[in-house]
């Protein structure tokens, strides 16, 4: 069974930090690049960031670059996304998600058809 278990969100103050963590598990981690994607209340599904473990390529949405920073843990099939200087408009279920690493490129990244495996979500919640 593929599971994808998102840990770390929460309530944080505008300026703060938060590490999310996803745990994979039911496939063969390194043939898949995993990532992160976020959903606002009333907005659509946006790409936040993604790695493929096996190139060590990441990519991140334009809105996040320079704040969030994307690792992985292969021997834990495991992928963090560590999030600084977080805004209210960060404010988001996140979830993470699995895609065929041989989909992905710097534009397919995001691309919400091409994700094989969703997480359950994790609440993230920036106050101002």
């Known amino acids: 069974e593929v599971q994808l278990v998102e840990s770390g969100g929460g309530l944080v103050q505008a300026g703060g930090s938060l590490r999310l963590s996803c745990a994979a598990s039911?496939?063969?981690?390194?043939?898949?690049?995993i990532g992160w994607f976020r959903q606002a209340s009333g907005k659509e599904r946006e790409g936040v960031s993604c790695?493929?473990?096996?190139?060590?390529?990441?990519y991140y949405g334009d809105s996040v670059k320079g704040r969030f920073t994307i690792s992985s843990d292969n021997a834990k099939n495991t992928v963090y996304l560590q999030m600084n200087s977080l805004k209210p408009e960060d404010t988001a279920v996140y979830y993470c998600v699995a895609m065929r690493r041989d989909w992905v490129n710097a534009v397919s990244w995001r691309v919400v058809s091409l994700v094989d495996y969703w997480g359950q979500g994790i609440q993230v919640t920036v106050s101002s």
């Open positions: 039911g496939f063969t981690f390194d043939d898949y690049a």
């Open positions: 790695v493929s473990s096996s190139t060590g390529f990441t």
